[in-house]
């Protein structure tokens, strides 16, 4: 992920008040059409169909061209062709017998979007783990902490030098003390949530189950407990699906060794620390990496079986194909023998098939409807990671993203950020019960919903400071009924459905609705719209939902 050192507050009021303008390049002239224009070259023994690539160049530029690919490496290891087969081999994953074969062609012929997800629309994202316990700035801590002047002074004030207190001996206040996992998963249950995805490894490389191919995990070390497989089990207990996230192969340069001064002493070298740190950067070194992160990716499919497995932007130069290849054949013939739908996502073009095209942010989403699944993670609070001081969000405005996204054939994946301690923040905890309020009433024009022929009308995208009017109306559809999301409440009491004028090819409606209310409005129809007279009293807090009936739908 991209992260900025800005403030938790005024990140998060950045973060709300600019989810929806458009990105720095928008779509049009000029955009790219293929690997090869987006500066993308397939590694060798690769085939890399042209039409394959071509969508997923679609996909990854649906929100504007994006940072994620364009042939660059973002925090990945610049590793070569030679030491990713040398991984591979060093590995020794085994084949799982089943159709998919180890080339795009073959996910591409075996995959489809589960039901789960694109009926689901709304999950959980959690960011926790060891920079949980500092708290400071952002879950970049390791990063920073050792090249930052300013992180690493307030590190020294609060917790000594860094050559006797390092990031690694945070590791014994990682107790998971306050940790409930039966209580998370009520309430991302009573959030409406239909599936969740925690952190198994953020780029610190400290992996939250219980692994062989890692010792430094929550179950040797810490806590001494596997949060992945408690957190699962009780999920699955609420209905829920349960994913998983990992950010593995960002870990090998994320400490920024470069920027270290040269009079500042470290535990960098500590004997016994080697593997949780990854200093040595020889091409031996990184050969065992890669080969680790391949075993570590076979535990978690294979121990606790995900529906969904989420990467980080690391994965994205082409070069790792292969890995992706041994991860997906993997996975997905797994997924076959245990007999449920499952999925990869991922960031630009970083799954040329198999995968859910994934944005970061709202501010990067895709600007108009789209023909196909695609995912959006933004926080609920101001940084990824829990920090002291920040705040959640209004309920509104996360129920606004939702409908935004879902109007345009997007799923959300709203991130919460647990304290150290385990617990998650009252406000964060509130926050999401009042999405799951908003849902109990709405959910039926966001949950089984499909996009409409447009995914509104009004503005699409907000400038900085614009708020909704009542001229902001979201579509959805469901079995014959075309849900309009009306943004804000009409302070004349009448919402204007301008895409149905009396000549609309869809016809005229047999009755509307008002969710949430037992009014039934009187509505009609001219050539500047339907016009639904709605009643004096708005029903709850917005958006509002008009259930509109007898129209010929696609």
């Known amino acids: 992920m991209q992260h900025s050192l800005m403030t938790p507050i005024s990140l998060c009021v950045s973060l709300l008040v600019t989810v929806l303008m458009p990105s720095a390049m928008s779509c049009?002239?000029?955009q790219p059409r293929s690997l090869a224009e987006m500066g993308e070259t397939p590694t060798p023994?690769?085939?890399i169909p042209p039409e394959l690539g071509a969508q997923a160049v679609k996909e990854a530029t649906a929100g504007g061209l994006p940072y994620e690919s364009k042939g660059v490496w973002g925090m990945s290891p610049h590793a070569t062709p030679e030491q990713v087969k040398a991984a591979l081999a060093l590995a020794q994953i085994p084949d799982v017998p089943g159709p998919v074969e180890e080339t795009w062609q073959s996910v591409h012929d075996h995959y489809l979007v589960p039901d789960w997800l694109a009926d689901g629309k709304f999950g959980i994202f959690i960011h926790f783990g060891l920079y949980s316990i500092p708290a400071h700035r952002s879950e970049w801590y390791q990063k920073h902490v050792y090249s930052n002047r300013d992180i690493r002074n307030w590190h020294i004030e609060n917790f000594g030098p860094l050559d006797q207190f390092g990031y690694k001996d945070f590791i014994p206040k990682f107790t998971l003390s306050a940790f409930d996992p039966a209580q998370w998963a009520e309430v991302f249950k009573a959030?409406?949530?239909?599936?969740?995805?925690?952190?198994?490894?953020?780029?610190?490389?400290?992996?939250?189950?219980?692994s062989q191919a890692n010792p430094f995990n929550s179950v040797k070390t810490g806590p001494q407990r596997d949060f992945i497989a408690e957190l699962g089990q009780a999920v699955r207990a609420q209905g829920m699906r349960f994913g998983v996230t990992n950010h593995t192969i960002e870990h090998y340069d994320f400490i920024e060794t470069d920027k270290i001064p040269a009079d500042i002493k470290t535990d960098l070298n500590a004997p016994g620390y080697e593997d949780f740190y990854w200093t040595d950067h020889s091409d031996q070194r990184l050969v065992e990496f890669m080969?680790?992160?391949?075993?570590?990716?076979?535990?978690?499919?294979?121990?606790?079986?995900?529906?969904?497995?989420?990467?980080?932007?690391?994965?994205?130069h082409r070069v790792f194909d292969p890995l992706k290849l041994k991860v997906a054949a993997y996975y997905y013939n797994r997924a076959a023998q245990w007999g449920k739908p499952v999925t990869f996502t991922g960031k630009g073009t970083c799954w040329i098939a198999g995968g859910i095209q994934d944005f970061e942010g709202m501010g990067r989403i895709a600007r108009e409807?789209?023909?196909f699944t695609w995912m959006v993670h933004d926080r609920i609070a101001g940084s990824w990671g829990y920090i002291e001081g920040t705040r959640a969000a209004r309920p509104r405005a996360m129920v606004e993203w939702l409908v935004e996204t879902v109007s345009k054939n997007g799923v959300l994946?709203?991130?919460?950020?647990?304290?150290?301690?385990?617990?998650?923040?009252?406000?964060?905890q509130e926050c999401l019960r009042a999405i799951g309020q908003w849902l109990k009433v709405n959910g039926e024009a966001i949950y089984g919903t499909r996009p409409w022929v447009k995914s509104g009308e009004g503005a699409l995208t907000l400038r900085r400071g614009q708020r909704y009017s009542a001229k902001e109306i979201r579509f959805t559809t469901k079995q014959g009924v075309l849900y309009a999301i009306v943004m804000a409440w009409p302070e004349d009491g009448q919402?204007?459905?301008?895409?149905?004028?009396?000549?609309?090819?869809?016809?005229?409606?047999?009755?509307?609705?008002?969710?949430?209310?037992?009014?039934?409005?009187?509505?009609?129809?001219?050539?500047?719209?339907?016009?639904?007279?709605?009643?004096?009293?708005?029903?709850?807090?917005?958006?509002?939902?008009?259930?509109?009936?007898?129209?010929?739908?696609?």
Request: hydrophobic share 35%; proline share 8%.
């Open 495 to 554: 919402a204007i459905v301008t895409s149905l004028p009396s000549d609309a090819a869809a016809g005229k409606p047999t009755g509307v609705s008002l969710l949430g209310s037992d009014a039934k409005p009187r509505f009609s129809q001219d050539s500047a719209g339907l016009k639904i007279q709605l009643p004096q009293q708005a029903p709850g807090e917005g958006p509002y939902v008009l259930r509109i009936t007898g129209l010929k739908l696609p």
């Open 291 to 316: 080969a680790q992160w391949l075993k570590k990716n076979v535990e978690l499919i294979d121990q606790y079986q995900p529906d969904l497995i989420w990467y980080d932007n690391g994965l994205n």
């Open 413 to 428: 994946a709203l991130n919460v950020s647990p304290k150290g301690d385990g617990s998650i923040p009252q406000d964060q």
């Open 369 to 371: 409807l789209t023909d």
């Open 28 to 30: 049009g002239a000029g």
């Open 191 to 210: 959030s409406g949530a239909r599936w969740v995805m925690p952190t198994a490894e953020h780029h610190d490389g400290y992996s939250l189950w219980d």
């Open 45 to 47: 023994g690769v085939d």
